[in-house]
């Protein structure tokens, strides 16, 4: 019971000092790798970059106690903080008190959401965001942050939440270039883009052993900030206009109850569910597939929970919304993480941090942040995703490419929302015109396939209909569509027998239009019968009048019908 | 083609004298017994009286037309003078000039959708409102109504479109009860209710014709309304305080359009939207039961052009949003009407009234106008519908009680709206726990069912597993969680035969799943093998990489699996 809501009690009792020497190499590298990502982030959501900070200390803890992924590292990600600046900006002004207070009743009620889901095991609402919709999304959300980001490498100024409120300031700042400030975005991004793409393969080339040429290639975010932070504090350069991060308070986060107001948490209440359900999806998925690699398991519902008092720690340190992230996910996982205790491991660093070291981000360029998210962002964007949804499925690729388009158009809710509706949709008004087929017996078997596509025999006073559908209210009226056409058109018709083989699901419309069908064939002296009949389906249909009022039989199996049907039973 | 969209041609070049006695008699009868329903709908929904009338002459001329029923009698309906009542409401006070225009704009708007919907074969629509839905909102709308009617009873007043605005008025007023009023009220009630439940029999039992005696039964509120005129005009009963139906304009309906003002039109969008889904669903399951009855077939999506165009003529006439009427189409209907001509005939008798008749109705009481709604609409209250469906199925039964619910407390729109969303909601929920078994054979024949519910054969290295529901992103998740389950509870499985026989759909999300699966299947050296894929489904497949990825076969039937992976072929 207590390991059921504690997961921390599974694995604290086993705690050995060789695990421990394990978390904490990874804690120390994930406190020094995700603090750029950290500081970045908050400023995509219009933050003072020491929210980001804030941010990947207590919720750390909070999940090492709830969370169940023995890896998973929480804080801050690129998607919630651009969901957050979303749902921000028509409150209140980047960056002033009230919009601080928004940013942590956002963070509170996606927490609550997120608890209370948890608790009633509603972890299968995320399962309405469909793998398209969610790739659709990330991809049009990678291009928008890129795209704000833009504005930052070339030193001018963009705002806005979906392109139509970014491209036009993008453009028309353009001539504003700041040349000093490209230098070094482009520059920084120069250096990412090679120590990505080849950075691994020449340091084990030069000598240096696998692991450590791989995490040396993975700090190149860090590389990048402690170079451009140095130039600039040597030269001097923000004087010359290039932004910095600035000062940034010192000290541990402020330990504070979000203020309580009521228009304000209503207002807020739809962006944080979708931050909910987004952060709770990609965070899940990320947990599961490295549990998956080393044959643990996750638990969703209580994920939920960890993920939900993580986000409540965030409210109340003066945070923002927080998830588990991809990169420090990774660089987690990589660095030999064993257990949560890393995460805790990697609060306190980034604890000492801000208690000791923010004077020496005070020269960080913007810049250099800038590039350091727009290469990692870029990964989001699945142009193969793409392209394999719509060789497979046009439905499904409409609902992405709804997502796409709405959120680069509209913005993050609008594009959420679409795709998780058009999704719906589409799935209710496939299932509501049945695939059914008339169908015959594979000679020589008791197996019964479809008479258009294959070779089989039938009998003519004998209709043997099986419908591809459970049968509800969406579709019942086509049924009786399809078996009134069916005799209408063949008038030598005696017998139909619905084949259920496919019908998971009779509710209460189809079960009315059941025994209207049935009703209708008595008239026309027709007699129906059932087959395949599922136990769970047969179980309901027992509650109800159908059975007795039937003018035919059950048959367990279509093979049993056909026997007792055919006119000519020699064989 | 041009039948196709004007289906008077089908019927009026085959027009016989007799048909056209058939007709006018049943014109005739429409025509006076429609008019106090018709007033009483408009008084229903905050219009004069006279609109009741205007919307019964012109909207009938259109249906001919347009209609593909024969027998449908269109005109203004309790359930949609509730909601034309409720949607305006909010936008102007009742009887004003604003208000007219208003319920103007709902018809037109009303009848703009009917019509498109029509063009574009949109019917499939009206499908998600199911039976239990409708069967609610209407046992809910028939109680509102009888609610609000209560006052008119009593002689005292409560305004509201739900339980909440209604019964604290009604309580209130309830001391200021007229007396004379009352007795009026109570009086036609009493007529009403005893004529319905005994009126044939006894007009047979003196000797009169089946079908004279039906008819006169059946103008039970004709006869209440004439007596109650009498009674009143000839105490000068008004003068005394009960209140009547008052002047009523004489003449022709004016023919316009209504303003155009684009907010009003945007803020009568959702419930024009939800008018003309119930006024459809409404209108087209009657049609279909009455054709039925005759051999005659409806087409729904022509349907739509006919109500569409109905509401449009409703428009342009100063009228309210009509739709197929159940107690007039079934006078219609038992009244011997052949073609739509019989409604062209009913609206030039109702013409004739609003020409010169209507000084007469100046006397007729609103008690005994409400007395005639009361007995009619409480038939709509289905109490068997709400006892069967709890029988039959919990969940159809939540999303009935959750639209009376909402319907009583909140208003129709809410009420809809929630027992659609709630429908769906339920749906996919059951979808994406998916049912699924173990499957083995039913010894000496080809057939498999469930292990657990039947005495079959297995074998311990082959897991027979059938899901039982197409696979799509609700459930793709839970479908990976059902496969490991299995494959870590029974170690000694070789190899995993998904049966894909209810399986009518798997979609991109799905896809990506049964990838997941065969890879880490791969990984624990356990084969996958699919069998009884359906030819639709095995079509989309072969457009992806799965069926060359897969490790193991795509099998006919679960037989030819079960033949090829057993251990012991012998038999």
Redesign the interface.
């Known amino acids: 019971m207590f390991k059921r809501y504690l997961p921390i009690l599974t694995w604290l009792p086993h705690y050995t000092s060789r695990l421990f020497a394990a978390d904490l190499m990874a804690g120390v590298i994930v406190s020094i790798m995700v603090i750029p990502q950290s500081l970045a982030y908050a400023i995509i959501a219009g933050l003072p970059p020491v929210v980001g900070l804030y941010a990947s200390i207590l919720p750390l803890l909070a999940y090492t106690l709830f969370g169940t992924s023995r890896t998973l590292a929480v804080g801050p990600v690129a998607i919630l903080a651009l969901m957050t600046g979303a749902a921000l900006a028509p409150i209140a002004v980047a960056g002033s008190q009230a919009y601080l207070q928004a940013a942590m009743v956002l963070a509170l009620l996606s927490g609550l959401m997120l608890t209370l889901m948890g608790v009633f095991k509603l972890g299968?609402f995320a399962?309405?965001?469909?793998?398209?919709?969610i790739s659709g999304f990330l991809t049009a959300s990678g291009l928008l942050i890129a795209t704000s980001q833009a504005a930052n490498l070339l030193g001018i100024s963009a705002s806005g939440f979906n392109v139509t409120e970014l491209l036009p300031g993008l453009i028309s700042s353009l001539p504003n270039t700041h040349a000093t400030t490209l230098a070094i975005g482009a520059g920084s991004l120069a250096f990412l883009v090679l120590m990505r793409l080849w950075g691994r393969q020449s340091l084990r080339a030069i000598g240096l052993p696998a692991g450590v040429a791989d995490l040396i290639a993975k700090a190149g975010p860090v590389f990048a900030v402690i170079i451009t932070t140095l130039v600039t504090w040597h030269f001097d350069l923000d004087s010359q206009g290039v932004a910095v991060v600035g000062d940034i308070p010192k000290g541990l986060p402020p330990i504070m109850l979000p203020g309580f107001d009521l228009s304000l948490w209503h207002e807020l209440l739809v962006p944080a569910l979708l931050l909910s359900v987004v952060g709770f999806v990609e965070s899940v998925s990320m947990g599961q597939m490295l549990a998956?690699k080393r044959r643990q398991r996750i638990s969703p519902n209580q994920e939920l929970i960890g993920l939900g008092t993580a986000n409540i720690a965030a409210a109340v340190s003066a945070g923002m919304p927080v998830t588990g992230g991809l990169s420090r996910t990774v660089i987690n996982f990589d660095a030999g993480a064993q257990t949560p205790a890393a995460g805790t491991i990697a609060a306190i660093g980034i604890a000492l941090v801000t208690v000791a070291l923010t004077p020496l981000l005070y020269h960080l360029p913007v810049a250099s942040l800038a590039a350091t998210i727009t290469v990692s962002i870029l990964t989001l964007v699945d142009v193969k995703m793409i392209r394999?949804?719509w060789?497979?499925?046009r439905?499904?690729?409409s609902a992405m490419a709804a997502t796409i388009l709405l959120t680069l158009v509209e913005g993050v809710e609008a594009g959420i929302i679409a795709g998780v509706t058009l999704?719906?949709g589409l799935?209710?008004?496939?299932?509501?015109?049945?695939?059914s087929?008339l169908v015959g017996r594979v000679p020589g078997?008791?197996?019964f396939r479809?008479m258009t596509?294959h070779d089989v025999e039938s009998e003519s006073h004998v209709a043997l209909l099986r419908i591809?559908?459970?049968l509800?209210?969406?579709?019942?009226?086509?049924l009786e569509d399809t078996v009134y056409a069916l005799i209408a058109s063949r008038p030598e018709v005696e017998h139909v027998v619905l084949i259920c083989?496919?019908?998971?699901?009779i509710?209460?419309?189809a079960?009315?239009s059941i025994d209207a069908i049935n009703e209708?064939l008595k008239d026309s002296e027709v007699t129906l019968h059932l087959a395949e009949v599922?136990?769970?389906v047969m179980d309901?249909l027992k509650?109800?009048d159908l059975l007795d009022n039937l003018s035919g039989r059950v048959f367990?199996?279509t093979?049993a019908a056909w026997c007792e049907l055919r006119k000519h039973p020699d064989e």
């Open positions: 299968f399962n309405f965001l469909s793998h398209p919709v998956a394999q949804t060789r497979y499925s439905s499904d690729f999704s719906i799935f209710l008004y496939r299932t509501s015109r049945p695939h087929a078997t008791e197996h479809n596509r591809d559908e459970s509800y209210f969406a579709n019942a009226r086509y083989s496919a019908i998971n699901l509710d209460a419309s079960l009315e209708r599922k136990g769970p309901k509650q109800s367990l199996s093979y």
